[in-house]
T-cell receptor, first 109, second 118 residues
Framework: DAKTTQPPSMDCAEGRAANLPCNHS???????VYWYRQIHSQGPQYIIH???NNETNEMASLIITEDRKSSTLILPHATLRDTAVYYC??????????FGAGTQVVVTP | GAVVSQHPSRVICKSGTSVKIECRSL??????MFWYRQFPKQSLMLMAT?????????EQGVEKDKFLINHASLTLSTLTVTSAHPEDSSFYIC??????????????FGPGTRLLVL
């Protein structure tokens, strides 16, 4: 089962793009990368997921390297409401999500 | 996105009593639901996986007789904390997955239930 590594924290200025990196060097060919975020005292919120190609939705963009060993979540215009813990997860062989420590993102005015 | 609800949102109970938490998928049918627990300043920890109509599968170290899970329909799973003690106080979160395809079926999470055992 692929493990992921994320920086523990990062700050971002309001209105600027936030680029959140994630390493998943042991990912296998058919495993997806999922991103969730958890705002304080709430349940996690699904953001985006991808396999090989870059993905974009109304919340964010996901850039996956060609070798699939790392990815970057991009919040194009961060707002104060984007302050949260962001989790990059590769589901295990049973499709379960094992949450790591994630990246605490603080968006400042 | 798909909506998952939990009830109650918070509950306070006395030590030794049992507490039932409901998890519902509101606009989709969930073949699989998951239960997590989160202690303060920690990440989510998966407790168990439940599939509709079958017994739940518990993660290592989770007492199945203490945390009873029932997934009686495609839209409802319940977690009962039996004989609750103060150390069971935590934030309990459920999630639901639409399909059985493990690699690409997104899980949607409920808002969580905060349990305080006195």
């Amino acid at each position: 089962d692929a493990k992921t590594t994320q920086p523990p924290s990062m700050d971002c200025a309001e209105g600027r793009a936030a680029n959140l990196p994630c390493n998943h060097s042991t990912i296998s060919g058919n495993e997806y990368v999922y991103w969730y975020r958890q705002i304080h005292s709430q349940g996690p919120q699904y953001i985006i997921h991808g396999l090989k190609n870059n993905e974009t939705n109304e919340m964010a963009s996901l850039i996956i390297t060609e070798d699939r060993k790392s990815s970057t979540l991009i919040l194009p215009h961060a707002t104060l409401r984007d302050t949260a813990v962001y989790y990059c997860i590769v589901p295990d062989s049973w499709g379960k999500l094992q949450f790591g420590a994630g990246t605490q993102v603080v968006v400042t005015p | 996105g798909a909506v998952v609800s939990q009830h109650p949102s918070r509950v306070i109970c006395k030590s030794g009593t049992s507490v039932k938490i409901e998890c519902r998928s509101l606009d989709f049918q969930a073949t699989t639901m998951f239960w997590y627990r989160q202690f303060p300043k920690q990440s989510l920890m998966l407790m168990a996986t439940s599939n509709e109509g079958s017994k739940a599968t518990y993660e290592q170290g989770v007492e199945k007789d203490k945390f009873l899970i029932n997934h009686a329909s495609l839209t409802l799973s319940t977690l009962t904390v039996t004989s609750a003690h103060p150390e069971d106080s935590s934030f309990y979160i459920c999630s639901a997955r639409i399909g059985p395809t493990v690699y690409q079926e997104t899980q949607y999470f409920g808002p969580g239930t905060r349990l305080l055992v006195l």
